[in-house]
């Protein structure tokens, strides 16, 4: 069985048994593949990227290209129990369209993102005066496919806003572990926000 990152882990930790799943921008499958022999799930992925779609078909997952700039429109309503969208939400065009897309489709979402608020990155910025990176953000500023940096603090204000209800929040830090701060000051502690949401 594919052995997953922490943060993926916990992702599949929120899928229940038999549920049926979409991933958005699903790269090389591995977490579907992961549900499918683990929890056996049913779905698809989508994907954009040539080589993640031919790995998720090495993969065996149903993988369909997709542009999730341009909304989900091919699924209906409650089409899917869980969708997922694992760092991801910072590279699309209309985070907040996206994320009511999500909620059409699916029962529930899953949500993961880097914190651009974590201690390390704001240390970058302050007393180096560079655009930051991380394990999380690894990209240098001119070719990084991220255009939407968000916090723990903004994904929250922007759920209020939607009407979206946060059943659960994780945080992770820098080595994909529990920061011991983290139910404290999640926004400075936390690289790596994981949500498990709905509609309010």
């Not at 542009?67 to 409650?78: I, P, Q, R, Y």
């Not at 489709?105 to 704001?122: D, S």
């Not at 903004?154 to 059943?167: K, M, N, P, V, Y």
Request: hydrophobic share 40%.
């Amino acid at each position: 069985m594919t052995t997953l990152r922490p943060d993926l882990q916990m992702v599949a930790d929120w899928v229940g048994k038999k549920q049926r799943v979409l991933d958005l921008g699903c790269g090389d499958g591995s977490l579907l593949r992961y549900l499918f022999d683990s929890r056996q799930a049913t779905g698809y992925g989508l994907e954009i990227d040539p080589a993640g779609i031919t790995q998720s078909v090495a993969n065996g997952i149903n993988v369909i290209e997709s542009d999730l700039d341009e909304g989900l429109s091919d699924f209906d309503d409650d089409a899917f129990d869980q969708v997922i969208m694992t760092q991801t939400l910072q590279a699309v065009q209309r985070p907040d369209q996206l994320l009511r897309e999500m909620l059409r489709v699916g029962r529930t979402g899953i949500v993961t993102f880097p914190n651009f608020a974590y201690y390390r990155l704001r240390y970058h910025i302050a007393v180096r005066g560079r655009m930051p990176m991380s394990e999380a953000l690894s990209y240098a500023w001119y070719e990084t496919p991220n255009i939407h940096f968000c916090t723990i603090r903004d994904f929250e204000a922007l759920c209020a806003e939607l009407g979206i209800h946060i059943l659960e929040r994780r945080v992770l830090s820098h080595d994909l572990k529990r920061p011991p701060l983290r139910g404290f000051l999640p926004n400075l502690f936390g690289e790596i926000a994981l949500y498990r949401i709905c509609r309010a």
